[in-house]
C-alpha cells in the first residue's frame, strides 16, 4: 500500500486542522492505519491508530480528549483531527499502516509509511 499524507501547515495555538492520508490499492480494509509524529531532535512518537473496521481507536495520553482519527474506506482515506492545538504538537505528522493492532505504538511495528506532513502551532 502507498501512503500519501497533506493538510500540514501553519496555525495559532488553540486552533484546528485536520491532516488526511490517501492509501492506494484495493486492501485499504486489510490495514489498521496509525499516525506518528517527530519533532525536530526528537524520536518518532505514536499518536492515534484506528483498526480495520475503524471501531477501535487509541490515543497517546498527550493527545486524548484533542485529536481524533477516523477512516472513510469509500475514499481509501485515514484521517486526524487536530484540535486545540498546542505549541508542542509543532513536528512532522506521518501516517503508517500495518495488518495487525498489537504493539500499535511501536513504530518499527508499520511495514508502510507515507511522506510526512508539517505541522507547526505558534503561541
Known amino acids: 500500500v502507498q501512503l500519501q499524507a497533506s493538510g500540514g501547515g501553519l496555525v495559532q495555538a488553540g486552533g484546528s486542522l485536520r491532516l488526511s492520508c490517501a492509501a492506494s490499492?484495493?486492501?485499504?480494509?486489510?490495514?489498521?492505519l496509525g499516525w506518528f509524529r517527530q519533532a525536530p531532535g526528537k524520536e518518532r512518537e505514536f499518536v492515534a491508530v484506528?483498526?480495520?473496521?475503524?471501531?477501535?481507536?487509541y490515543y497517546a495520553n498527550s493527545v486524548k480528549g484533542r485529536f481524533t482519527i477516523s477512516r472513510n474506506s469509500a475514499k481509501n482515506t485515514v484521517y486526524l483531527q487536530l484540535n486545540s492545538l498546542k505549541p508542542e504538537d509543532t513536528a512532522v505528522y506521518y501516517c503508517?499502516?500495518?495488518?495487525?493492532?498489537?504493539?500499535?505504538?511501536?513504530?518499527?511495528?508499520?511495514?508502510?509509511w507515507g511522506q510526512g506532513t508539517q505541522v507547526t502551532v505558534s503561541s
Open positions: 503508517a499502516a500495518r495488518y495487525l493492532l498489537s504493539d500499535y505504538m511501536n513504530h518499527e511495528a508499520y511495514p508502510y
Open positions: 490499492g484495493r486492501t485499504f480494509n486489510r490495514y489498521s
Open positions: 484506528i483498526n480495520l473496521s475503524g471501531g477501535a481507536t
